[in-house]
């Protein structure tokens, strides 16, 4: 089983500001497999990146994915009021699937 | 419009099953599989399992292998995921999650079904 390792676990920001969250896999996540969702109180997560690149539809282009191997990183470049939010990274490359702990960007 | 609806929140005692419904629209059912994923109390995701709805072919979650059933209906464009012998470890927010194929995210999800497990 791949485990995720999220870091931080929160992120105190203000809005304006650019955020790096990590993301670091015990094994080598197959074909760059990596994903990452949003998730605010009381609802479903939200795909914004997948492939570790790629933006999914109507994600803004303050988002975006890098990485490789065992190491991706989710990057906010100006921080929105909107984007307070808990972050999840996501590997589906290999069974079973995993998700990280969360990194939650407060204000 | 992609939409995936799930049915509503559930109550059981240690010991039942419960069964979650995911009825989607707005796109041809058999092209995407389903994840389903749940959610503990303030707690992380976790993946419980895959179903291909074009063929059936499953792949769960080890730690779920014997308690967990997936299936479709095609007639009606729903899956759903059966859990038995419910544990208080079961109560969680359990999510359906749409898949352009196995090595994909889920792209759209549903909107949740809390299930609580309480004698």
């Known amino acids: 089983e791949i485990v995720l390792t999220q870091s931080p676990g929160t992120l105190s920001l203000s809005p304006g500001e650019r955020a790096s969250l990590s993301c670091r896999a015990s094994h080598s996540v197959s074909s760059s497999y990596l994903a990452w969702y949003q998730q605010k109180p009381g609802q479903a997560p939200r795909l914004l990146i997948y492939d570790t690149f790629s933006r999914a539809t109507g994600i803004p282009d303050r988002f975006s994915g890098s990485g490789s191997g065992t190491d991706f990183t989710l990057t906010i470049t100006r921080l929105e009021p909107e984007d307070f939010a808990v972050y999840y990274c996501?590997?589906?490359?290999?069974?079973?699937?995993?998700f990280g702990g969360g990194t939650k960007v407060e204000i | 419009q992609v939409q995936l609806v799930q049915s509503g929140a559930e109550v059981k005692k240690p010991g039942a099953s419960v069964k979650v419904s995911c009825k989607a629209s707005g796109y041809t059912f058999t092209t995407y599989g389903f994840s389903w994923v749940r959610q503990a109390p303030g707690q992380g995701l976790e993946w419980m399992g895959w179903?291909?709805?074009?063929?059936?072919?499953?792949n769960h979650a080890q730690k779920l292998q014997g308690r967990l059933t997936m299936t479709t209906d095609t007639s009606t464009s729903t899956a759903y995921m059966e859990l038995r012998s419910l544990r208080s470890d079961d109560t969680a927010v359990y999510y359906c999650?749409?898949?352009?194929?196995?090595?994909?995210?889920?792209?759209?999800w549903g909107q949740g079904t809390l299930v609580t497990v309480s004698s």
């Open positions: 999650a749409r898949q352009n194929g196995w090595y994909a995210p889920g792209d759209y």
């Open positions: 996501h590997q589906y490359g290999s069974s079973p699937l995993t």
């Open positions: 179903i291909n709805t074009y063929n059936g072919n499953t």
